[in-house]
Nanobody
């Protein structure tokens, strides 16, 4: 059974930083692309960042230069370092694992990030 558990969300002032973590179980972690997605009220779920098994990264334009995704295969962890946070970053952030594009993937329960102005 796949399980993804996020942590690290919270309330932060604009300009501040948070680091989200996601620990995975039930998968051969090093083979998977890991991603962070977010969904704000009234908005669709959107990709924030992802990192492949070969450590290639991609970011949404809205977070480039501010967020960094990384992974620790030995500990089966993926991180999202979020700096220079803006109120527009307020959302529930979800961890995702996917083996290939056609894979249905698995999701964590989400962690709330709230950025006050």
């Amino acid at each position: 059974q796949v399980q993804l558990v996020e942590s690290g969300g919270g309330l932060v002032q604009a300009g501040g930083s948070l680091r989200l973590s996601c620990v995975a179980s039930g998968i051969i972690f090093r083979r998977y692309t890991m991603g962070w997605y977010r969904q704000a009220p009234g908005n669709q779920r959107e990709l924030v960042a992802r990192i492949t098994s070969s450590f290639t990264t991609i970011y949404a334009d809205s977070v480039k230069g501010r967020f960094t995704i990384s992974r620790d295969n030995a500990r089966k962890l993926v991180f999202l370092q979020m700096n220079d946070l803006e109120p527009e970053d307020t959302a529930v952030y979800y961890c995702n694992s996917r083996l290939f594009d056609g894979d249905l993937g698995d999701w964590g329960q989400g962690t709330q990030v709230t950025v006050s102005s």
